[in-house]
């Protein structure tokens, strides 16, 4: 798939799938969730306070007879809740309300009713921008702020069932560094040569890595051939493996601001596919990324 | 100034420039060469092997009579002359050819006849995008690694005279993190947090410096304003300056392969500019180099 409509369609043409929303009284998820309704995409059960619930609703206009609410004030145990449905697979994607994130992903990792998998949580944001044909996933700009080799594994791992629900056959992912070429004063550049040797061995599963490139022989045929990197990866990268949490960060911001680029962003690691949209997400970047994680299956 | 255009219009409105080349006979350069003179942007000492110079020339079309050749075979030697005419202020700017880059900057730093100043040498890309009304001046994605605070004192300073030759009035920066707020685990926002009290004291000359800030409240009002960050510097920040070299190069090439952004890079700290383009860039980012070298004095 090469674009955020093609993803809409493919959701319609299959089953319905539920988001349940954690502390669902929050104006601006409630606009998302709308929007996902609306667009036939989603249904909804609302864990949170019903009174506000509803009063939300009314004033952006989303008929409360296409979702499920289920009266829980406190938001911890509302979060608990929602994340309960996701864990029963009464709900496929688990999205963040009026709830601080420590306590949100606390019940995401709940030993009893939570989405607890061993892995690391990590963030996954998936960028269309016009002047390249493909999506671009970028970890990670939101989570893990300096991952170690072994978190990086990790990182690489969640976005395989992103690139499942995206269609994207053979994945491949650059380890992005300033310079594709081991050096020994930047650590960054010996992880990236560590995990492609990783790779080769097997020990990452799913997806093909290969580094250190630098972003331009990442993306970039010509800007590799120039370099004489060879390999299915360079050029060709769909997964984008930041060095850490800033560079992820600025890429991707870079790109919303710099390139008016599309985009999305799930937590991955756990069970199912998170929802924790910012404030600061556009309307659609919030919408695509209900869409994104509906479409995304943990296996 | 909004636009490469209008630097180009400033060059030829002023007096004739000249580049002293280091080691000039490599095709791609002596292009950038015959695209600045055959603009009308600079005229240009060449100091290098004649033979090779003159066989390149002929190829490309580059007419000698508008050029000074200067034959010096040893590409050492070529760097130290052609640094010699700009430390004589014979030329104004200095360019990398076929010379190997330690061995380059070492001539620019010779303490006899070089371009020492006691300053940190450090990288400056000059982006412009179409969604963004501004220039944007990165600091630094491709010189210095892990900057220092005292060295991102030095590339802070280093691009106030690009900024002036850019007609930027009251220069401001933001100390770009992955988040706006002081988290002592991580390195980049307490050196954000110690460059704007030093900038506030007066310990950074010529430009506004504010941190940290993450991209998004750097570069847009509405998202700085969203934050509730106030100041000159959150969301108009015309000086981005990096945590480290892994964010700065990555930003500025996925303005260049997300945004197909217009560039350029020069190397200051120097007693004048210094244009080290690499064989990746375009004919266009060369070009814009050249300009920008042309037009910023270092004071």
Redesign the interface.
């Known amino acids: 798939m090469k674009s955020f409509q093609e993803v809409f369609e493919k959701i319609k043409g299959g089953e319905v799938k539920r988001i349940a929303v954690a502390a669902a009284a929050d104006r601006p998820v409630l606009e998302a969730v709308k929007a996902a309704i609306d667009s036939g995409l989603a249904e909804a059960d609302l864990v949170g306070d019903e009174a506000g619930i509803r009063e939300i609703a009314a004033k952006i206009g989303l008929n409360l007879e296409l979702v499920r609410v289920i009266h829980q004030p406190d938001p911890r145990a509302a979060a608990l809740e929602a994340v309960r449905l996701v864990h029963n697979k009464e709900a496929q994607a688990v999205m963040k309300g009026l709830v601080g994130s420590a306590d949100f992903l606390r019940a995401v990792l709940n030993k009893e009713c939570g989405l607890r998998t061993g892995k690391t949580l990590s963030s996954v944001a998936v ?1 269309k ?1 016009e ?2 044909d493909r999506f671009l996933l970028i970890t990670d ?2 989570m893990v ?1 300096y991952p170690t080799l072994e978190e990086k594994v990790h990182l690489l791992e969640n976005t395989v069932p992103v690139c499942r629900a995206l269609e994207i056959e053979n994945p491949k992912a650059a380890a ?4 594709e070429v081991v050096n020994p ?2 650590q ?1 550049t010996l992880d990236a040569a560590a995990l492609t040797q990783m790779s080769r061995r097997g020990q990452i599963k799913g997806i093909a890595v290969e580094g250190p490139l ?3 022989n990442a ?2 045929p010509e ?1 590799a051939a ?2 004489k990197i060879t390999g299915e990866v360079a050029g060709k990268a769909d997964v984008l493996l ?10 991707y ?9 599309q985009t999305c962003a799930l937590i991955m690691g756990a069970a199912a596919p998170i929802i924790m949209t910012s ?2 997400d556009s309307p659609e970047t919030k919408l695509n990324s209900i869409a994104v994680a509906l479409l995304t299956e943990v296996k």
Chains 1, 2 share one sequence.
């Not at 992005?176 to 310079?179: F, G, I, P, T």
């Not at 930041?242 to 890429?251: C, K, L, Q, S, V």
């Open positions: 960028v921008t002047s390249i700009g939101g702020m992005v560094c300033a310079v004063d930047m960054a630098a972003l331009d993306l970039n800007a120039h370099k930041m060095p850490d949490i800033e560079a992820g960060n600025i890429m911001k870079s790109l919303v601001y710099g390139a008016k680029a404030r600061a």
